[in-house]
């Protein structure tokens, strides 16, 4: 499915932020975040729904702490947040 590329492609890069260390400046890191969180709140409730279930269907590709954060991006980047509908 092409939202499970979408997701995959998002958690990709969201994982490489979180977990870069020193490489990239935590603030920066933040910022880039909390973008990437805006747009995807900015989706649709239906695109919204459809790119949470992705990230949790994706979420076993990944293992341990990596499969977590993945299964936990749906709420981290509030895209269940019944507020936005």
Do not use: H, T, W
């Not at 260390?21 to 920066?28: H, N, R």
């Not at 293992?63 to 749906?74: K, L, S, T, W």
């Amino acid at each position: 499915m092409m939202i499970d590329q979408i997701a995959r492609v998002l958690a990709n890069l969201s994982l490489a932020l979180d977990y870069s260390g020193e490489i990239i400046d935590s603030d920066e890191i933040v910022r880039i975040q909390e973008i990437m969180g805006a747009d995807m709140q900015a989706l649709d409730p239906e695109s919204r729904k459809m790119l949470s279930d992705a990230f949790r269907r994706i979420a076993p590709e990944y293992d341990g702490i990596f499969r977590e954060a993945v299964e936990n991006m749906p709420e981290d980047f509030g895209l269940e947040d019944e507020d936005l509908d």
